[in-house]
């Protein structure tokens, strides 16, 4: 499993539900809305992705895969190609780290 932190984290809107139909839910406070996924446009995996609540707790969570995130990235670049020269701003905003740092 990879263990490098997301290029990008990104709030998930309201209540979120995994790909097994379960929802999302922080593993130490319950939290379910405003939850960040983390992103990175080239892990396309099936391993869990990594996840945190407003609260500042971090977790991987296996029923949102790390390819779903990928997709979402993948989406946004799509429709606004700008994007890509934002990452930095993004990331101060929501949090993230350059793969393999």
Do not use: K, N
Request: a negative charge.
């Amino acid at each position: 499993m990879t263990t490098q932190p997301p290029a990008l984290r990104w709030p998930l809107p309201g209540p979120s539900i995994g790909v097994t139909g379960q929802p999302v839910v922080c593993p130490e406070c319950g939290e379910r809305e405003r939850l960040l996924i983390g992103l990175d446009l080239d892990d396309h995996s099936d391993e869990p992705s990594f996840m945190a609540c407003p609260a500042g707790h971090r977790w991987l969570e296996a029923g949102m895969p790390r390819h779903v995130g990928a997709q979402l990235l993948a989406d946004a670049f799509d429709i606004d190609p700008s994007l890509y020269g934002r990452l930095d701003e993004l990331r101060d905003v929501h949090g993230g780290e350059e793969p393999g740092t």
